[in-house]
């Protein structure tokens, strides 16, 4: 009987060590450590406008001035962006033939040919004067037919809160004879800007010696810096 | 008489045996814990550092193809018992959207040169707060230590859908007793 009685007694003592060291084995501890993340931002904003059309515009265009106009492109992220230009569409519209154009030989009435005659500038204005001055980054120098549908990489650094002037200027359209005459017609005409979300939106108005100016589209991009 | 003993010794054992199942059952299973099995057992574990691993304050801003920021947590044992590695958790709060586009790779280095670090998890942020069994490779030693060298970084294909976004991710390191591979449940 004694027997039994401490066998039960074993029994018991073995099941609840068991018990006792399955709960033993599960310790643990646990402690955290706290991290913060934040992302970088790139923003691109023109003239200090962001998201919205920017408009100016050009009145009594004419052969033989030098109409330019200066943006501020500023980086308003957190983090150094390189300026680009990412694509550019030229569109050069006919706009009707009128009657100078028609005796200067033009016969197209579905092609512009400003784009043929008209010479455009566009640089980077590190001092700000809106000239090209020694050290500026002058990236394109001729005729708006000429320009790259690729755009410029421009590897141009802006660090965050920082900006650099871009000038568009015209020049030298008035040397092509005839051409000039073929250029004319009676409108108003539109370059876009786009940088990002940001639009900007040349409005040419044209009085004196009415031409047909093209339709210029410059994408602005920033991208991040590597490193 | 002698069987009112053996009854008597039998009630003692089992009422012992009970006690120290309660003592033991009784621990938080998420937090330092003492038992007393004849002498005072401790099991814990210390972070080092205690201030936040990483903050845009000292580490800048991340970004598409930033390289990795790394950083190195010591787990210390402070207890008697030795331990492992065995879970990973994390919780967040902020803009959580971002943890989706954060990569992490936690290794656990080894105690010499020579010692291969112990891979133990490469993913995606958010895919922490699931929580992660995992099997550290080392068993450490009361007043030893080990260290975790945790990177952070951005692919390089993220988008412009993380701009600006922060958050924050409070990161758990589960340690266990056993140290041994027994499959058990964290």
């Given at each position: 009987m004694n027997r039994k009685i401490l066998v039960g007694i074993l029994a018991i003592g073995l099941v609840a060590l068991a018990v006792g060291w399955g709960t033993y084995s599960q310790f643990s501890d646990t402690e955290t450590t706290e991290t913060i993340f934040s992302a970088g931002s790139l923003d691109l904003t023109i003239n200090d406008q962001n998201g919205q059309t920017v408009t100016f515009s050009w009145t009594?265009?004419?052969?033989g001035n030098q109409p330019k106009y200066k943006l501020t492109l500023k980086n308003i992220g957190t983090i150094r962006g390189n300026l680009s230009i990412s694509n550019i569409v030229v569109v050069s519209e006919e706009n009707g033939l009128t009657e100078p154009e028609i005796e200067a030989?033009?016969?197209?009435?579905?092609?512009?040919?400003?784009d043929d005659v008209l010479n455009l500038r566009l640089f980077?204005?590190?001092?700000?004067?809106?000239w090209i001055s020694q050290?500026?980054?002058?990236f394109f120098n001729g005729?708006?037919?000429?320009?790259?549908?690729?755009?410029?990489?421009?590897?141009e650094p802006i660090e965050p809160n920082g900006g650099v002037d871009f000038v568009v200027e015209l020049y030298?359209?008035?040397?092509?004879g005839n051409v000039d005459n073929q250029a004319q017609t009676h409108t108003k005409h539109n370059i876009h800007i786009q940088a990002g979300s940001s639009t900007i939106e040349n409005e040419f108005n044209v009085s004196a010696k009415t031409l047909q100016l093209p339709i210029l589209f410059l994408n602005f991009k920033m991208g991040k810096v590597e490193g | 008489m002698i069987k009112k003993k053996v009854i008597t010794l039998a009630l003692s054992t089992t009422l012992l045996l009970l006690i120290i199942n309660i003592l033991a059952s009784?621990?938080?299973?998420a937090s330092a814990c003492t038992i007393h099995l004849g002498k005072k057992i401790k099991f814990d574990m210390e972070i080092s550092?205690?201030?936040?691993?990483?903050h845009p304050d000292v580490d800048g801003y991340l970004y598409p193809g930033r390289p990795k920021i790394t950083k190195y947590l010591k787990l210390i044992n402070v207890g008697d018992l030795p331990f492992r590695i065995c879970r990973f958790n994390a919780s967040f709060s902020g803009e959580i959207y971002l943890a989706t586009g954060l990569q992490i790779e936690i290794l656990e280095l080894g105690?010499?040169?020579g010692e291969k670090p112990n891979l133990l998890y490469n993913g995606?942020?958010?895919?922490?707060g699931e929580g992660i069994n995992v099997y550290g490779k080392r068993a450490v030693p009361p007043k030893e230590s080990v260290t975790l060298q945790i990177s952070v970084w951005m692919p390089v294909?993220?988008?412009?859908?993380?701009?600006g976004l922060t958050v924050t991710a409070d990161i758990s390191i589960t340690v266990r007793f056993p140290p041994s591979h027994d499959g058990m449940k964290c």
């Open positions: 009594n265009l004419r052969p030989g033009d016969t197209s009435d579905d092609e512009g040919e400003l980077l204005d590190y001092n700000g004067d809106g050290g500026d980054k002058v005729l708006v037919k000429n320009l790259p549908s690729t755009g410029f990489d421009l590897k030298d359209w008035w040397q092509h | 009784n621990q938080p299973p550092p205690k201030v936040p691993l990483f105690k010499g040169r995606t942020l958010i895919d922490l294909t993220a988008g412009n859908e993380y701009q």
